[in-house]
């Protein structure tokens, strides 16, 4: 079932570098509206069960390494066709494979440290978004 809601967070590298601002201008500019939003550091555990699919894969450690180490900024967004049009909108995992104007090309340094998040399906989109925000969080 197609929901209007994706989740994000703009990654400890694009927060180091300044680049908060910038990524949320793009973001209420594509037509998103942010429902949740924080600013918040992941433990080693929030990251090994937030990327827990990822579990067997050989930069597990390196990505879960990379997403502990600073904070992050963590949101629920809402507009048609989300999860598509926010993946679009920051474009392939590898930001040398990114698209033009998109956040990862414009943002991201490497395909480990690629600034920005993105749920992949709306089943995902609403596991990750209750594992960020209460309901009381979420507008
Ligand atoms: P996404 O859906 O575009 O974020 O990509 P994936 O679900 O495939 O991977 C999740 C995250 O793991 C990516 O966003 C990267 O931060 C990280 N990642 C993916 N591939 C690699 C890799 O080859 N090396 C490292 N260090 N990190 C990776």
């Known amino acids: 079932m197609a929901t209007n809601r994706t989740f994000t967070m703009i990654k400890p590298d694009a927060v180091e570098n300044g680049h908060i601002g910038a990524i949320l201008a793009k973001i209420n500019t594509a037509g998103f509206k942010i429902v949740a939003m924080k600013l918040t550091q992941l433990s080693k555990r929030d990251a090994e069960i937030f990327y827990g699919e990822h579990s067997e894969r ?5 990505l879960v390494e990379f997403m502990t180490r600073g904070p992050i900024v963590s949101a629920i967004l809402e507009k048609e066709n989300a999860v598509e049009d926010f993946r679009t909108l920051i474009g392939a995992t590898n930001p040398a494979e990114a698209a033009e104007g998109t956040i990862r090309k414009m943002y991201a340094t ?3 440290e690629n600034a920005v998040h993105g749920s992949d399906s709306d089943a995902n989109a609403a596991k990750e978004g209750a594992f960020h925000f209460s309901g009381r969080e979420t507008f």
């Open 58 to 62: 050989p930069f597990f450690g390196e």
């Open 110 to 112: 490497s395909i480990g």
